[in-house]
């Protein structure tokens, strides 16, 4: 899935998307030495991390201007034209986490986005919005894309139909629909059937790539055989019919079975153990979203028996944590050489507020 899509020379990247108003990019948002601090009273490390923010902030603005102005004319956009937006946004972050480690004074109110104060200036969330604004356009769907007028309610519905295909029962079933759809969340925010804005490899409902597609597509196939559902099945063999020649994809009910199927549908089988081992259903979640970031290492430490003290250290892994908003802001936590499993969950804080929506949105439809 697109969460693997690691761009080497972009190692501290994040999954995290936000909201951001047309005419914050314009909108000055000052970071200077408080009266009651002078410029004179700091340290120069000080004012060196004031100066990086600043900078940070405005090469954000400057971006969100250009990729505005761009869609406004209607020019063409560049190849993966969320790709510096993004690294912006990533930059202008880890500028702030830089400066409140060496100026803790400069650690503000909550914001919006539940994002921690050391790590995010409430101050910036109209450029935030207007980031969200400006990724919406690029990523909408095409035109012919297959919409279904229930999308989170299928979710649900092919996550439970899947792990009682699986074998588990009633009870666990309904931990793999709500799991289903906080992936649904992590992946694009509830939006169905988007592309990507910094791929070109991944698109859909679950961000899969053409080989992850085909490879759940033959796992359905055989999964399908012991659900004992007539209505669900019936609902498929429409969307299939439907399809016709559209790239799988885009249809929104394929898309989410053929991504259960491929990379969830066997760890299912494990939910009855990571309940018991995580009983938080936010952390939960976070371990599902993980089999999309780090599949190798996350299948490991579940097999080591004591999941959340599994350490990774290998570079490589880490990078694709940062990749994914983990350990991705400040260079004190983009130096961290390794982690557990458990530091790894604490870190995805950008991921609560989806997993939030999400388990929200499913309480919502099984009361129905």
Known sequence: MRRR????????????????????????????????????ALTQAQLDALEA?????????????????????????????????????????????????????????DNKFGNPPAYFDADIEPLIDEYRKLFDIMEAPPANAQNSDSPFKDVVDLGIAIARGKGLDAANAEVAGRISLGLFFAETDGRQNIGNARSN???????????????????????????????????DEREEARLGNLDPRYNHWIAVRDGLANAHADLFLQIPAIVRTLPDPI????????????????????????????????????????????????????????????EVLDAMWLFNRKFERAQAEFNRIRAQ
Do not use: C
């Open 53 to 109: 923010y600043d900078n940070a902030l405005n090469q954000f603005k400057s971006i969100l201007s250009e990729r505005r102005a761009q869609i406004s004319s209607h020019q063409s956009l560049p190849n993966l034209p969320g790709q510096a937006l993004y690294l912006a946004r990533v930059n202008v972050m880890s500028a702030y986490k830089d400066l409140t480690d060496v100026l803790p004074s400069k650690i503000g109110r």
């Open 283 to 342: 952390d939960q979640m976070k371990l599902f979203e993980l089999i999309q970031i780090i599949p190798s290492p996350t299948r490991a430490a579940l097999r080591s028996g004591s999941f959340v003290d599994y350490r990774i250290s290998e570079p490589r892994i880490m990078g694709y944590l940062r990749n994914n908003s983990i350990f991705a802001y400040g260079r004190a936590d983009r130096a961290k050489a390794s982690a557990t499993f458990r």
């Open 201 to 235: 490899t991944y698109k859909g409902s679950l961000q899969t790539g053409p080989s992850e597609g085909r490879t759940g597509r033959r796992k359905w196939a055989e999964i399908k055989k012991s659900i004992r559902s007539p209505g669900l099945i019936a609902r």
């Open 5 to 40: 899509d690691f761009i080497k020379t972009f190692i501290a990247t994040a999954a995290g998307w936000w909201s951001l108003t047309a005419d914050a990019q314009t909108r000055p948002v000052p970071l200077r030495a408080s009266p009651a601090q002078p410029a004179a």
